[in-house]
């Protein structure tokens, strides 16, 4: 099912963030309001800057994650009338831009995600 964003924005970084909205409607006039941001970031030896890797290291990287690896964000709200809908996801929309935003923005978050992504694979594989 493809989905048509409710904003983007290019990042600094050279990725773009979608926002999605991924409402439902749960009864008459009742809605579950359901904000998505996502980005997909390829896994890619340039991502890698601040911490260059070995190839072997960058293969072992890119042969756990594959590649795009995605962040996903959801926020939601329950119940919201079908008055309120729209003015509700445009809150959890600027919510997330003011809290999460920035962050997500920055030059080193890529790096940082597939870094984090990676570890959290490998720890997750220790414990099996």
Do not use: Q
């Not at 809908?85 to 831009?97: G, I, P, Y």
């Amino acid at each position: 099912m493809e989905r048509t964003p409710y904003k983007k924005m290019e990042c600094d970084h050279g990725h773009c963030l979608e926002i999605f909205d991924d409402s439902r409607k749960i009864g008459a006039d009742a809605w579950v309001v359901i904000m998505t941001a996502t980005m997909k970031i390829p896994v890619e030896a340039s991502l890698f800057a601040s911490e260059p890797l070995s190839d072997s290291k960058f293969n072992d990287i890119l042969n756990t994650l594959g590649s795009p690896i995605e962040y996903r964000y959801r926020l939601e709200r329950n119940m919201i009338m079908d008055h309120e809908k729209d003015a509700v996801l445009e809150n959890l929309v600027n919510t997330f831009l003011e809290n999460t935003g920035r962050y997500v923005a920055n030059p080193k978050f890529p790096e940082k995600l597939a870094l984090k992504a990676y570890r959290d694979r490998v720890e997750k594989g220790k414990k099996k």
